[in-house]
Each structure stands twice: as structure tokens, then as C-alpha cells.
């Protein structure tokens, strides 16, 4: 079983757990109306870099793996005790009943085993997504706060594309340069660094 979580798979945390493209955009009802000549102010965040610096992320990866480590390895110590007692029917005569017996009660046990390590991996896909619900929330929480607090208009997600890791192909390339929602920002609008001192204090 393939259990992942945030960094998991190869890939960044704000893009394992069917989160997809989070084009995370910040509106206030009590923003400044627009009137001729009169920008509203934004701000930018870089949401892949906050949840990955958030405390409460790590603090969550660390539950999940305490819950789930004991079950996995209790289908792994059995998955080690269904290969041996395969071992072992080597020993026997396929044509003896005693054969047909263990042969027929290993092959259900491996099945269920089966299910039980695709139950393990729904239930922990589960969790996590129920743990990125609560990451996010907080963090959209403490973006909106930060916003008001700067009397910004709206906060959009930026994110850097990395073209230089040595593991990249032209997919990851390709795939990476679509997902860019912002191509150029003031760096003087880049709210991160705010956003994670609020949010670990």
C-alpha cells in the first residue's frame, strides 16, 4: 500500500491530496469601492511555501503518521506470515487433502488481507484530506485578517516554477509553467513572510 502524505510522492505539498490548483483569491465586503483613477491595493502569498513552513502542517503530518504506522505494519508483519506458510505448502503433496485445505484458507486470507490494506489506504486518504481541510482554513483564515488589516482589495496565490532540478522533464516543465497564475508581482506585495509569523506564533 502507498500511503502518501504532502511531500510524499515526489511532489509539493500544496499539490498532493487532490487539492488541485488552488487559485486561492481573497475578496472583503468592506474593500474600497472602485472609482475612476483609484487602484485597489492586493497582496500576494505564496501558499505552497506557507503551509509547507506552517508548524501546525508538520504537527498534523507527525499525528497521522503516529495513527497510521501501527496499522501498517500490522498488515506487513501478516503479509510476512501469509509468505511463509506459502513457503511451507511447497512441502506438501499438491494432490493431498491437507494441500487443498491450506491452499484454498491461504488464498482467502490473502484476499482479505487485500481488502484490509485498500480499506488502511481509503481511510488514510481520508484523513489526509481532512487534514488539509483544517490547514487551510486556518491559513485562509489568518490571510483574510492580515488583508483587512492592510486594507487590500483581494490576496492571489503565487507560487516559483522551478526549471533547473535535475529530475525535471519537459511534462514537469510544461505542467509547472500552466499552473503559474502570476507571471511578474511587485515584490514589495509579497505577503508570505507576514502571513507565517502570524500564523506560528
Given at each position: 500500500m502507498t500511503a502518501r502524505f504532502f511531500n510524499g510522492a515526489?511532489?509539493?505539498?500544496?499539490?498532493?491530496?487532490?487539492?488541485?490548483?488552488?487559485?486561492?483569491?481573497?475578496?472583503?465586503?468592506?474593500?474600497?469601492?472602485?472609482?475612476?483613477?483609484?487602484?485597489?491595493?492586493?497582496?500576494?502569498?505564496?501558499?505552497?511555501?506557507?503551509?509547507?513552513?506552517?508548524?501546525?502542517?508538520?504537527?498534523?503530518?507527525e499525528g497521522l503518521r503516529q495513527q497510521i504506522e501501527p496499522m501498517l505494519e500490522a498488515v506487513k508483519t501478516r503479509e510476512r506470515e501469509l509468505k511463509k506458510e506459502e513457503e511451507e505448502l511447497q512441502f506438501l503433496n499438491?494432490?493431498?487433502?491437507?494441500?487443498?485445505?491450506?491452499?484454498?484458507?491461504?488464498?482467502?486470507?490473502?484476499?482479505?488481507?487485500?481488502?484490509?490494506?485498500?480499506?488502511?489506504?481509503?481511510?488514510?486518504n481520508a484523513r489526509v484530506v481532512k487534514a488539509y481541510r483544517v490547514i487551510l482554513e486556518d491559513i485562509e483564515k489568518e490571510i483574510a485578517s492580515l488583508a483587512r488589516d492592510k486594507g487590500l482589495a483581494a490576496v492571489l496565490r503565487v507560487g516559483g516554477v522551478d526549471l533547473t532540478g535535475a529530475e525535471a522533464d519537459e511534462k514537469d516543465v510544461v505542467f509547472k509553467l500552466k499552473l503559474k497564475n502570476i507571471l511578474y508581482h511587485d515584490p514589495s506585495l509579497d505577503l508570505t513572510d507576514e502571513v507565517l509569523a502570524r500564523l506560528n506564533t
Open positions: 515526489g511532489g509539493s505539498s500544496a499539490s498532493v491530496v487532490g487539492v488541485g490548483v488552488l487559485a486561492l483569491v481573497v475578496a472583503f465586503l468592506g474593500s474600497p469601492l472602485r472609482s475612476e483613477g483609484v487602484t485597489e491595493r492586493i497582496g500576494i502569498v505564496d501558499l505552497e511555501r506557507v503551509v509547507d513552513s506552517f508548524k501546525k502542517t508538520e504537527s498534523l503530518k499438491p494432490a493431498s487433502p491437507d494441500f487443498k485445505t491450506k491452499s484454498q484458507a491461504l488464498r482467502v486470507e490473502k484476499f482479505r488481507l487485500r481488502m484490509q490494506a485498500e480499506d488502511l489506504e481509503a481511510d488514510w
